[in-house]
């Protein structure tokens, strides 16, 4: 087996073995890694590779909004507004090549994915 391919499979086994807060958490993750990679693209004047790594963080947030129930809880509502505003962002930051508005986009989704990440670690906590 290649190098490549025991990524894919130990990365497929990560996210099938995790629980729905850890992969919240997991997605968190790589939506900040792609606005952090897209970032430096931008600054190296790699705009292909900063359009790449947008478009992937539109992905996961459409992810994220998709899978949101918003009745759920007070905060839904607020929340999938967030998610169509970072979409917004995300899609001006690629047409006009704009590393504030990714900036803007990232210091959004890290507080986010740390409370997130928090939530699962208390959630994973508690007895069952």
């Not at 993750?29 to 705009?47: F, I, K, N, S, Y």
């Not at 169509?84 to 508005?101: M, P, S």
């Not at 900036?103 to 989704?109: D, G, K, R, T, W």
Request: net charge negative; charged share 25%; aromatic share 6%.
């Amino acid at each position: 087996m290649s190098a490549a391919s025991l990524r894919a499979r130990y990365l497929d086994d990560a996210v099938s073995t995790a629980s729905p807060q850890q992969v919240l958490v997991m997605l968190y993750d790589r939506l900040a890694l792609d606005l952090e990679r897209a970032q430096v693209a931008l600054a190296g004047g790699r705009p292909d590779d900063a359009d790449a790594q947008l478009r992937h963080a539109q992905e996961i947030v459409f992810e994220l909004l998709s899978s949101l129930r918003v009745d759920a809880w007070e905060g839904g509502p607020r929340l999938a507004a967030l998610y169509n505003w970072l979409l917004a962002e995300l899609t001006q930051a690629g047409l006009k090549r704009d590393r504030n508005r990714v900036a803007s986009c990232l210091q959004i989704v890290e507080p986010l994915r740390d409370a997130w990440r928090q939530a699962a670690v208390s959630l994973a906590a508690s007895p069952a």
